[in-house]
């Protein structure tokens, strides 16, 4: 039973690079090919968030799962770079620090903004995805479903989702009430129509925001998300005219190339006049180009990693919350990897004690077919030669749990095979 984990996110690597290592979600399906036909007996699972990118990988067999080394030369070949330029952002964890990682990503205690409840979704998606691929199995299967219980016990039991938690709210708060004293007056812009665009509506909305423009390529998903707000949808092709007119806007597509280049905005700035406005670049990749600050006086631009110094001023203020969700989180650790080491090593601890069993009943039937006379004595016989074979039986298979519990238990599993000719 091995696990593991190699990731790049907002802790380890800036946002040019996550973005160059960022898989869209129409490139996940190619992606999952290229690690199908890469490590074809792996077990794995692509999550690809604005914060993060992450490859799991598990198989029983050590030899059969990728290295470091394997995962990194395949992100070069999918994205076309030398990996020279990346290999040292790329992080990695094996075996108990795999579980751990993923309950903490999923239970928000690694994001930006702690106890943000779009991660969880993101995992979930990125699960389903994985299945829908052909590439999850039963060791990520037990551990993704696990993660998603994990994140709802974290929820449930501690205050980490209370106060403003998604991105967009913790953007528009902190940045935004030092552009502008009010919303209420202002006109927002919305460039997409995903979860993240839900999440900047749902609390410009609540902050008084009256007119929403959305933009979407998708016109049926603009649509629903400005009937849902009271919002209008404006049409694509026409953004140029909505981008010099806005007070607001809230970027959110991701898109490649980048949606707005400098020289698109400044020409809508100068149709529209040059009026403060705070530009929210939430897009990985971004979706406005970052020269586009320096336009003038009243271009506010912040994005995704302008958020950290606030996020992490934040989270010290829930430390005592925080530490609540890591206890809960260690237990669960504990608990799935216990699962997981008795799937690992219950068969063949079974077989071993059968094949034990066999030969104590071949043994003490012949014992009593030659010494009949012992007949009255057989259940305190049998049980003290039951007691024999829990004590020479107790060393092996003690070391193979202390092996199990290291995440890496083959090397014993293949010597007792090999010294009791086993077969699971």
Same mark, same amino acid.
């Given at each position: 039973?091995?696990?593991?984990?190699?990731?790049?996110?907002?802790?380890?690597? @800036?946002?040019?690079?996550?973005?160059?290592?960022?898989?869209? +979600?129409?490139?996940?399906?190619?992606?999952?090919?290229?690690?199908?036909?890469?490590?074809?007996?792996?077990?794995?699972?692509?999550?690809?968030?604005?914060?993060?990118?992450?490859?799991?990988?598990?198989?029983?067999?050590?030899?059969?799962?990728?290295?470091?080394?394997?995962?990194?030369?395949?992100?070069?070949?999918?994205?076309?770079?030398?990996?020279?330029?990346?290999?040292?952002?790329?992080?990695?964890?094996? @075996?108990?620090?795999?579980?751990?990682?993923?309950?903490? =990503?999923?239970?928000?205690? #690694?994001?930006?903004?702690?106890?943000?409840?779009?991660?969880?979704?993101?995992? !979930?998606?990125?699960?389903?995805?994985?299945?829908?691929?052909?590439?999850?199995?039963?060791?990520?299967?037990?551990?993704?479903?696990?993660?998603?219980? =994990?994140? !709802?016990?974290?929820?449930?039991?501690? &205050?980490?989702?209370? *106060?403003?938690?998604?991105?967009?709210?913790?953007?528009? &708060?902190?940045? *935004?009430?030092?552009?502008?004293?009010?919303?209420?007056? !202002?006109? =927002?812009?919305?460039?997409?129509?995903?979860?993240?665009?839900?999440?900047?509506?749902?609390?410009?909305?609540?902050?008084?925001?009256?007119?929403?423009?959305?933009?979407?390529?998708?016109? #049926?998903?603009?649509?629903?998300?400005?009937?849902?707000?009271?919002?209008?949808? =404006?049409?694509?092709?026409?953004?140029?005219?909505?981008?010099?007119?806005?007070?607001?806007?809230?970027?959110?597509? *991701?898109?490649?190339?980048?949606?707005?280049?400098?020289?698109?905005?400044?020409?809508?700035?100068?149709? @529209?006049?040059? +009026?403060?406005?705070?530009? $929210?670049?939430?897009?990985?990749?971004? #979706?406005?180009?970052?020269?586009?600050?320096?336009?003038?006086?009243?271009?506010?631009?912040?994005?995704? #990693?302008?958020?950290?110094?606030?996020?992490?001023?934040?989270?010290?203020?829930?430390?005592?919350?925080?530490? !609540?969700?890591?206890?809960?989180?260690?237990?669960?650790?504990?608990?799935?990897?216990?699962?997981?080491?008795?799937?690992?090593?219950?068969?063949?601890? +079974?077989?071993?004690?059968?094949?034990?069993?066999?030969?104590?009943?071949?043994?003490?039937?012949?014992?009593?077919?030659?010494?009949?006379?012992?007949?009255?004595?057989?259940?305190?016989?049998?049980?003290?030669?039951?007691?024999?074979?829990?004590?020479?039986?107790?060393?092996?298979?003690?070391?193979?749990?202390?092996?199990?519990?290291?995440?890496?238990?083959? *090397? $014993?599993?293949?010597?007792?095979?090999?010294?009791?000719?086993?077969?699971?």
């Amino acid at each position: 039973m091995n696990l593991q984990v190699v990731y790049c996110n907002h802790h380890s690597s @800036g946002v040019a690079l996550r973005e160059r290592l960022a898989f869209p +979600k129409t490139d996940l399906p190619r992606a999952y090919a290229a690690l199908r036909s890469a490590f074809p007996q792996a077990e794995c699972v692509l999550l690809s968030t604005c914060n993060r990118v992450e490859v799991y990988t598990a198989q029983e067999n050590p030899a059969l799962i990728p290295s470091h080394q394997d995962v990194a030369r395949f992100f070069a070949e999918f994205h076309q770079l030398p990996v020279d330029e990346f290999f040292d952002d790329l992080l990695e964890r094996t @075996g108990p620090d795999v579980v751990r990682h993923l309950f903490q =990503v999923a239970a928000s205690l #690694d994001s930006m903004v702690l106890g943000e409840p779009q991660i969880v979704a993101q995992v !979930k998606e990125a699960y389903n995805l994985a299945q829908q691929n052909l590439a999850s199995g039963p060791l990520t299967n037990a551990l993704f479903q696990r993660a998603l219980a =994990v994140s !709802k016990r974290v929820r449930t039991e501690t &205050g980490l989702a209370e *106060g403003r938690v998604s991105i967009a709210s913790v953007a528009v &708060g902190e940045f *935004g009430r030092q552009i502008f004293d009010r919303f209420d007056n !202002k006109t =927002v812009l919305v460039i997409g129509a995903g979860e993240m665009a839900v999440e900047a509506v749902r609390y410009l909305k609540e902050d008084g925001v009256q007119r929403i423009w959305v933009c979407n390529r998708t016109p #049926d998903r603009a649509a629903a998300l400005a009937a849902e707000w009271g919002g209008q949808v =404006v049409p694509f092709d026409r953004l140029d005219e909505w981008l010099g007119e806005a007070d607001v806007i809230v970027s959110t597509t *991701g898109a490649e190339p980048c949606l707005v280049p400098r020289d698109r905005f400044r020409a809508a700035r100068r149709r @529209g006049g040059q +009026k403060p406005v705070f530009v $929210l670049d939430l897009g990985v990749p971004r #979706d406005f180009e970052p020269s586009i600050s320096n336009l003038d006086d009243n271009v506010f631009l912040y994005c995704i #990693d302008d958020l950290e110094a606030i996020c992490e001023r934040n989270r010290r203020a829930r430390h005592r919350e925080v530490e !609540k969700a890591l206890a809960i989180i260690d237990h669960e650790t504990d608990r799935l990897m216990g699962e997981l080491h008795h799937r690992a090593t219950g068969p063949i601890v +079974k077989r071993l004690r059968e094949q034990w069993r066999q030969v104590v009943d071949l043994e003490t039937r012949r014992l009593f077919q030659r010494l009949p006379h012992l007949e009255s004595d057989r259940a305190e016989i049998e049980r003290s030669i039951e007691q024999m074979v829990n004590k020479l039986l107790h060393p092996p298979l003690e070391a193979l749990r202390d092996e199990a519990r290291e995440g890496t238990p083959h *090397g $014993l599993l293949d010597a007792l095979r090999r010294l009791f000719r086993l077969s699971d």
